[in-house]
Structure formats: C-alpha cells, structure tokens
DNA sequence: TTGAAAGCGTTACCAC
DNA sequence: GTGGTAACGCTTTCAA
C-alpha cells in the first residue's frame, strides 16, 4: 500500500508549510486567495484525502453521533435515519448506527460499543433503557436525545408524539363508524415497547368508552409484519367475525391480515373493520387503502438533527418536542 | 468537565510506566499478573476509560469498515446491511453506512467523507462508479467489495448474481405460461444502475424468443416503489390490455400495478401476468402472490461479511462469488 | 499573510 | 518483566 499523502506532502509540493495547507483546506481568509487556490488545486491532484482520525485526535472531538434503532428494516426507522443522516452530513458529522433488534440487553451492549468511540452525542429510540444503560451516558455526562417516544422521565432531550393520544383517535374513530367489538394484533411480547404502548392505550380507550374489552391477538415474538398479520388472521379464520374491527399495531400487519380476510372470502370494510399504525407506504397504495395514524417519522428525523446541531454548537437547554399524529381514514374502515 | 484520565495518570497512581499499563489493559502476558491486576484495578477506580481515538491514530487501524448503499429504505438492502453488521460487530468493527440515493455523483461524495474514517474496507453496492471514485480507492490501495451486481471489471472483490440469468428465467417462465405482448415497468432515468439492467435484460430474452418488441413504461425518476406502480397503471387504465404481461422492476412497483388493477376491474391474472423482483415481504402475503425473482439479500450480507474478516486478516486473495437467484411463481402469472 | 513548535493518547520498537 | 523514546497527522498558540 503506497504511504499516506499528507498534508506535509501537499505543503512540500506547493512549498508552503504545512499549518498553511490546513488553514487553506479549512478555507481560511487569511490565507491569500491565490495561495489557497494553489493548494487546493495540489490536493486534489496528489489524491490528498482528509484525515479525520487525526483531526479528532488532536480536537478531541470524534464528529460522531451514535443513533440506535430497533431495526433498520422498518420503512419509518429509515425514513427517520434517512432524514437525520442527510441533516448531519451538513454538519459535517457522521452518524454511527447500531440496530437493537427491540432487546433491551443487546441496546446496552450496543450503547457501550458506540461509547466507545466517543460520540459526541447519543440518539436513542424509546424512552426504556437497562439502568446500566443509564448509567454509562450518565458517567459520561453524554447529551442524549430520546426519539419516537416522549418518556415522562427522559435521559435529556425527547422527540416523538404521544401514543395514548393517537390510539384514541383510532379508537373514537372506529367508535363513531359503529364499531364495539373490538381485538388488538400485535407481538406477544413486550419487546416492542412501542407497540406495547399502542396495545394499551387502545384497550384503555375502548375501556373508557365503555366498550367490550379488547381481545389481545398474538402474532408471535416481535418484530411482527405482514407475514404474522396474514398467519394469525388465517389461523383464525372466520373466528374473525367474532369481532367488527381489528387494530393492528403497524400498517404490514394491517395488511397481513387484510390480505389473509381476501383469502378467507370476509367483506372488509363490510363484516370486519381493519385498522393500521404509520402510514407505511402498502397502507395507501393497497385496495382499499388501510386506515391508519400518520406518524411524521422524516419530521421526527429533522428535529433530532435541529437538536444535534444546537448540542454540538453548545447549546445545554433541554428540548421535548412533540410532532403529533394524524388520523388518515382509508376504506378498510 | 474534569481532564481526561489518561494511561500516563493510572501509570503514575499505580508507580510504573505508561507502556506497562497499555499492555495489562490489553491483558498481555508479558506483565506480571500481580501488575496486570494492580493496573486494572487502579484504571476502574480512576475512571479510566480507554481511547479509540488514539488508538485508531496510532495505529492507523480505525476498525472502520465503509459501506455505500443507494438506499436504505429498501427492504433487500436493509437486509444485506443487518447480516452484515451482525457479522462485523463479532469481529469488533463498526461499520460506517452511507447511503448514495441511486446517485453516481452523491456516490463520490459519500466515498470521499467515509475515506476520511480511514476504513480498513469499502464496500458499495453496484459496480458502476465514476472515475474519480475508481481513482480514489485505487490511490489508497484500499480493499474493495461490489456487492449485488457481478461487474466483468470489478475494482476488487464481488458478491452478486447475474440480473440477465435471472430475467432469462422471468422471459421463459411467461412464455412457457403464453404470454407474448410484455411490457417492462420502470424507473426513467438510469440512476438505479441494477433496474435498468433488468430492463434491457428483459428486453434482450424477449429478443433472443423472437417475441415483439418490449414496451418500457416510465415510473418516472428512480427510485420508484409501490405508489409509482400504482400511479402509472392507473394512467395507463385500461390501455394495460395492449398487453399479456407487465413485468416490473421491483416487487414493490409490481404491488402498485396490481392494486391498481383490481381498482380498474382487470382480472390478474386472467387479463394480465403480472411479475416483480426481489422476494420482497409484500409479495408473498398479498392476494394472489406476486411471481418474482429471490435473490437472497441475506446470503449477500453473509458472503461480503466472510471476505470482510479475510481481507482485516490480511488475506489477498481475489474473491467473486454468485449467490445465484431463484424463480418464485405466484398467482399472478 | 505565513510559519515553528508543541502536543493530543496511544503503541511499535528497541533497550535493559 | 519493564521502561524510554519516538511517532501517527493534525490544529492551537504564539511569533514574525
């Protein structure tokens, strides 16, 4: 491997020094025009490459930002990545990302493998950290920012919406469409902390209209998709008609299930009501479209990285911002 | 904040050389055990918490792998990048994701911030790239793996599979089932490098058969997803029965056609053959099945992650492995 | 407008 | 078994 070009090499092919080279490559106006011109133009020629390794060394700030997810694989999490990574990438920051796979343990190995490199701030899905979790960023003194969720007790700042808010909604929705009889599909643990939530703030809404108790359904150990939505609905079969409208707890598997009533020869909206959770893409391309909650995931994205910016500027004032949620009505409903 | 506990301050606490204790945290053998422990110990209760940073500088190893995708919100690529982080993060490597949104220009950019890492590895997703990408990598002597295409000449190794052996199989599937007068549905432009060499290998199978001419319907700008296909069909109406099969380019797009053709009355695939690719989770639980292509984003993942730990070994051996695909006949064809 | 010197925290190398 | 020295590539600080 040929050795390094550096910027003593830049500034020996220019005949400048090298404290030079770094100020003309930060664009610095002290630097004359022409000579910066000079040594930009070198650069590029000699294939100089920056080396930020080095620059955090001697700044000792890493220009990293750490980000957990619960996974990757979920077009809302990377909608809210996708819309962070772009806002970062201006800042000149690069994000680390580690997937939890909704376990509570792997987040905390996770988080210490992220430490590790010296984030210069944490983004973290959830608001349910392991206590060691805790501890780590707060031994650090590490400014974290909590997403999705809007935790009553965050670790510092918070972007996300209120899940109670949003199911009730759904639920005063489906309510004044007539509908009493209600089940709930989702994971039948409480790995997805989120989808938990939405579980039980639906059967606290029903319970405080006076409705029926929701039946629980279980699709399996999260995450759960449209495949456990099709697999439970079939296994019921026309067990389904038991009730007039099923929440599910995300929009795949909505649509799982829907798609398993078209095998199962049930009328939705007709015999049974069919609702989702964030406005996936399948909600409102599929027939009929899924009636649904609008969760603003690239808006959730954008405010993290306002945040960032303000904590890597300095910036200590603690943020909770709430993006709120939309009902979107569809024709499953 | 208080200064940084340094190896230098536990050497001075424990009365020994700063060199002794780097090698009892790194557990050497050469230091005496009672050392190794004294050392240990004293670092915990300092709060000494080892540097990546200097080591990644010093040693001008940042245990860094890089990687490019066009995006990640795409459910294979999500996939290739979960298998392949898991497997990373056992050797203790982080890898750095950047996603290039089916641009060769954002491409350049992206390799050129993540070189700054000083990744011990790049691997981009595709083998077309511009110069000066090609130049970059090429001056470093940097190891690089194309993963999902087979370039004939890749810049290092390739994981992939031949998109021309497998819309050779999609052709001979429709033909042997009667379908003559196809249309191919994709993105417009040929940014998304992979979808237009499905397209013209589409259009090369049906040549070489001796079928008409393939009609090629613009999505519009990549990427195009579910509500593309669906937009288009619903533009074209009933006009898609010019037709006996539309393959699309993706499974996503090929769910929007078929929505759309149930809201336009058009029996799939009584009227229409319709055909995707990918084996994306929407069309293997939609009604009726979407017939695609498998192309086992996962053992991408897997394979790129072997090469991975041979070249961090130091092994230099040129890789180039073909995943293979697999036709996968639904309900609608 | 430019340069020289020092140092960020770690580890490779060589001595003892 | 242990330690001294130098160096990784950059930027802060001070001087010219």
Known sequence: MA????????????????????????????????????????????????DTTAQAFRTQK???VAVTLPSINNANFAETYRALSEAMAESGMQILLGATNYRLEK????????????????VMTGGHHSDATRDLVRARGLSVIDMW???????GHAVGFSYAEAMEKMVAHLVSTGRRKLAFVGASDGADQRGATRRDSAI?????????????LDAGPAPVSMRHGAAIAERMGRELLNFDAVLCVSDP??????SACRRLDIDVPGQLAITGFGHFEVAYTCEPRITTIDVSAHNIGVEVAHILDAIIAGDSERHRIDV?????????S
């Open 3 to 50: 050795a390094r070009v550096t910027m003593r090499d830049v500034a020996e092919a220019v005949g400048v020094s090298s404290m030079t080279v770094s100020r003309a490559l930060r664009d610095d106006e002290t630097v004359s025009a022409k000579t910066r011109a000079r040594i930009q133009d070198t650069a590029r020629d000699l294939g100089y490459v920056y």
């Open 62 to 64: 890493s220009g990293f």
């Open 107 to 122: 987040e905390e190995e996770l988080v210490r493998q992220l430490l590790a490199r010296n984030p210069q701030a944490l």
């Open 149 to 155: 969720d809007l935790p009553v007790d965050p670790l």
């Open 204 to 216: 606290a809404a029903a319970a405080s209209r006076g409705l029926p108790p929701v039946a629980v």
């Open 253 to 258: 598997v909505a649509f799982g299930v829907l």
């Open 324 to 332: 709120g949620t939309r009902l979107v009505v569809g024709g499953t």
